[in-house]
């Protein structure tokens, strides 16, 4: 992993301004701040709850949580996805609003938020539901289920786990239903399709043939599967969890009331990743149908990646408090040869709406993405993530005439 840190400034105080960190050029590589080394076996095992693209690193987010906030404080990440920045903030002690436009990301965040306390108690909720699940069994049509839903499973697998997922919904069951989508499809004999990939549903039914490996394509009991999957989740459960509020809506007409103390989020990466294709099975079970594609649009991506940045943060900004930061977690995107470097386009923002000029750039930081971490590793996508930290100098206002002031901003956005 390399690393970089440019324009570095020591403090809140020493924060550069987007004009000289443009004039001082690249600085020599550092390491990053955060460990390189892979957690999985010592996070928070909610964290492994179910996999899902684009998700940031825990150890990033328990670094930029620890570094720019303290216990007590308010974070909002309006592009929560899986829910990996809220879950860590409300591990480390911090209060939590969390939003994204995808069902499937909000469903994670809820999961994650609100799990039950204890793996008695969610294992004795998952048996009630299941009981009650058997009366919805007959009701389960697979005529209604589209075709390419169907040849991911056996129909008896099927019939059950939909009767199941029927059941968790109209309870709000997000925990159990996050396990139930956690275990929908893999190639392990512990999940319940056919074999498939786990992140980005595929069947590996070439790798796996029918007449070579039958057992893989019998019937799955869904309920000890279930309940291996909450076990497992429960290895290493949440010391504590903190008061929070998870919103499932489009981060432009984010609606906050009173002040956050820091924003800390990982924004699409103009459309590089496709979160609706990609988990289109799990959606698939969570809604029984498939939402509209409501990410970037392709065309005009740029474009399109300017104007969501814009204005979801100067809705966000009159509500970050004085001394916050609003951290974000940006990727490289590719088009051909061509690579955009998104982390310039929202620098630019910053230095250029009105909205945001109370913010200064304080922190950059780059970490390149091995291949191997990567969703799609044919060498296109993101290949570089960089970390921008701009925190607000509304105090400075003395020194920059004519910048709105932070209540005229609230009322100018009402
Ligand atoms: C890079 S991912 C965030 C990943 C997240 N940090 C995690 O660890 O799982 C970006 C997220 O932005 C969401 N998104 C895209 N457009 C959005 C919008 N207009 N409003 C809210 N969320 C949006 C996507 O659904 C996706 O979950």
Not at 100 to 122: M, Q
Not at 146 to 175: G, I, K, M, N
Not at 206 to 226: G, I, N, T, W
Request: proline content about 7%; charged content about 25%.
């Amino acid at each position: 992993m390399v690393a970089r840190i440019d324009g570095h400034a020591a403090g809140a105080g020493a924060a550069a301004s987007p004009a000289s960190i443009r004039a001082s050029g690249p600085a020599q590589p550092e390491q990053v701040p955060w460990s390189p080394a892979c957690t999985t076996a010592t996070d928070c095992t909610l964290h492994q709850l179910a996999p899902y693209i684009g998700r940031i690193k825990t150890t990033i987010a328990n670094y930029l949580i620890s570094e720019f906030t303290s216990p007590g404080h308010r974070v909002l990440d309006p592009f929560c996805g899986s829910g990996v920045i809220p879950l860590e903030a409300s591990l480390l002690g911090r209060q939590v609003i969390a939003n994204d436009i995808n069902p499937y990301g909000v469903l994670l965040t809820r999961a994650k938020l609100y799990a039950p306390k204890s793996e008695a108690e969610a294992l004795e909720r998952l048996r009630a539901h299941w009981m009650a699940a058997e009366r919805r069994l007959c009701g389960q049509d697979l005529r209604t289920v589209p075709r390419w839903v169907r040849a991911f499973f056996h129909p008896e697998t099927l019939r059950h786990a939909l009767a199941l997922r029927d059941e968790l919904v109209a309870r709000s069951e997000w925990f159990l239903i996050a396990c139930l989508l956690g275990i929908l499809h893999h190639q392990r004999p512990g999940f319940l399709s056919f074999p498939s990939s786990h992140l980005v549903p595929y069947l590996r039914d070439k790798l796996f043939a029918s007449d070579k490996f039958p057992e893989l394509y019998e019937e799955r009991d869904v309920l000890s599967r279930m309940e291996a999957k909450v076990r497992r989740t429960y290895r290493r459960p949440p010391a504590c969890q903190m008061p929070s509020a998870v919103f499932q809506g489009d981060s432009r007409r984010l609606r906050l009331s009173g002040t956050v103390d820091a924003v800390i989020t990982s924004p699409p990466y103009m459309n590089e990743l496709d979160y609706v294709r990609d988990n289109r099975l799990r959606l698939w079970f969570l809604e029984r149908k498939l939402p509209r594609q409501r990410d970037i649009p392709k065309r005009d991506r740029e474009v399109q990646f300017r104007a969501l940045m814009r204005t979801t943060f100067a809705r966000i900004a009159p509500h970050v408090s004085n001394r916050g930061v609003i951290v974000l977690v940006v990727g490289e995107a590719s088009r051909g040869e061509r690579v955009i470097d998104s982390s310039s386009i929202i620098t630019s923002l910053f230095s250029r709406v009105d909205a945001l000029a109370m913010f200064r750039l304080e922190r950059v930081i780059h970490d390149v993405i091995p291949d191997i971490r990567r969703s799609r590793r044919d060498l296109r996508g993101t290949k570089r993530e960089t970390v921008l930290v701009f925190r607000n100098s509304v105090s400075d206002q003395v020194a920059r005439p004519g910048m709105p002031t932070r209540q005229a901003l609230r009322e100018s956005e009402s």
